[in-house]
């Protein structure tokens, strides 16, 4: 065993110990028995929106039991032509996922804006159904009326870090969630 600090200091702002590992990994547990119930025959393609949901979709996906697909993809944003307004794009979506259903695979939901360019982009491409499974919601936050189907543990407005989750760039590696004191 070695200790785990309480208390860490990323760059100016210091972060205390919130969510052990135990019970994120009890957490994903959860969400995955849940997928390999309801999704054992839909083939699903898993998308895992990079950076930070990878560890959550690395430990999540070796609970997933049932065949399918794992893509990764960003979400990018620009200004088109003045009738069209803002414009998304999923980066790396190059597979074609008509006729699928699509799990998107979220670290944190926080108001939902995020989610809502994704499954814009993806309700365009024709797919079966959209699911969305995330780690972390902000319940207070949340504006959409997006079901989230696969939640994992409900947190209040606080920034948080580790286990994928960044300031900065940096604490994205921490086994834990710390949040900011
Ligand atoms: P949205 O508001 O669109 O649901 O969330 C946007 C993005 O903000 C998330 O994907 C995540 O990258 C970031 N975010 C929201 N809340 C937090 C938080 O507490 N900690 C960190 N590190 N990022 C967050």
């Known amino acids: 065993m070695f200790s785990v600090s309480e208390i860490i200091t990323i760059k100016d702002k210091k972060f205390k110990r919130f969510i052990p590992h135990e019970q994120i990994q009890a957490a994903i547990q959860k969400s995955a028995d849940l997928i ?27 609970e997933i039991n049932i065949p399918c697909e794992i893509s990764f993809i960003k979400v990018a944003s620009y200004h088109g032509t003045s009738s069209s307004g803002t414009v998304n794009e999923l980066i790396g979506l190059t597979e074609d996922i008509s006729g699928r259903t699509v799990v998107i695979v979220e670290d944190i939901v926080d108001t939902g804006i995020t989610l809502e360019k994704i499954i814009g982009v993806l309700n365009k491409k024709n797919v079966k159904q ?26 209040g407005d606080e920034f948080v870090v580790g286990y994928g989750l960044d300031y900065d760039g940096l604490g994205r590696n921490l086994k834990e969630i710390y949040v900011l004191v």
């Open 36 to 62: 390999n119930r309801e999704l054992k025959n839909e083939l699903p393609v898993f998308l895992v929106v990079l950076n930070g949901a990878f560890i959550f979709a690395a430990d999540l996906l070796k």
């Open 130 to 155: 959209i699911k969305v499974a995330t780690l972390l919601l902000k319940p207070r936050s949340y504006k959409k009326e997006f079901k989230i189907n696969y939640s994992g543990l409900s947190i």
